[in-house]
Structure formats: C-alpha cells, structure tokens
C-alpha cells in the first residue's frame, strides 16, 4: 500500500467520515489508520475477505467523490499554503504589527 494513498485516504476520511456509514467508517478505519490487514478486518466481522475488499474499495470511491464534489480537503491545503506566505509577509513587512498575526491565528483555529 502506498503512503501517499494512505495518508490521502485518511485525510479524506478527517473531512468527509461523517457521511459514511457506519460499516464504512469500521473498515476504513481499521485499515487504513489501524493497519489491519483484510484478513483480520473479515474475521473481525464475519465476513469474507473479498467483502471487506469490495467495500473498502467502493468506500474509496466515495471519499473521492465527495473531495471532487466539496474540495474540502484542497481547500484546507491551499488556505495552509496562503497563511503561511500570509506569516511571512507579515513578519517581514509589518514585524511591529501585533494585530495581523492574531488575526492570522484566529483564521488558522477554524481548521484546527
């Protein structure tokens, strides 16, 4: 399994869990945060492991619509990259302004 596959499917997961439903999230879960293999996900709920596949691959498809559809994790990623150009900015031209980084921070505990 790919890292970056991984860590895209379990960001995806942060943003969009709460539209899946509960057997989806149980499978994701245990397989791409827990790192439980196929096997052990299908023993764990009595079902084949082919069935495991099938919905954690479906699953897969889902999440990725949901990003295409809502862009919320692209979105994150681009206001990430624009506040950290914003801190720099800031630092260099305004380094006595105290009221810009607050703001800044505010901005960035909406994310959090």
């Known amino acids: 399994m790919e890292i970056e596959k991984t860590n895209r499917m379990n960001a995806l997961f ?6 899946l439903t509960e057997k989806q999230m ?6 791409y945060a827990d ?10 709920y009595a079902v ?11 699953t897969e498809k889902i999440l990725e619509d949901y990003e295409r559809k ?21 630092r260099e031209h305004y380094p006595k ?5 607050e703001l800044m921070k505010k901005i960035q505990e909406i994310d959090e």
């Open 14 to 19: 942060e943003f969009y869990s709460t539209l």
């Open 26 to 31: 149980n499978y994701m879960e245990l397989y």
């Open 35 to 44: 790192d439980f293999s196929l096997g052990e996900i299908a023993e764990e």
């Open 48 to 58: 084949s492991r082919q069935a495991v596949y099938d919905n954690i691959k479906r």
């Open 70 to 90: 809502l862009h919320l994790f692209s979105d994150y990623i681009v206001r990430g990259e624009l506040l950290d150009k914003m801190e720099l900015y800031v």
């Open 97 to 101: 302004d105290e009221m810009l980084p």
